[in-house]
């Protein structure tokens, strides 16, 4: 199962001054790059798994 506690951050180092204003589209890029890495995520978690129930049915047919 998924479990996002907001501890993983991007370790990139930002080389922007900060805004002092965040617009609309700010937002949305940002909301947009969170779903992205939570996708990623999924697909990974979900490869993993399907691995395994691979592996687990190869050991059931030996």
């Known amino acids: 199962m998924l479990f996002d506690d907001g501890l993983d951050v991007d370790d990139t180092e930002v080389k922007d001054k900060p805004k002092s204003q965040v617009t609309l589209a700010d937002l949305n890029e940002l909301l947009d790059v ?28 030996s």
């Open 34 to 61: 969170k779903y992205e890495k939570l996708k990623q995520k999924l697909m990974m978690e979900m490869a993993r798994l399907a691995s395994s129930m691979f592996i687990c049915w190869l050991i059931l047919l």
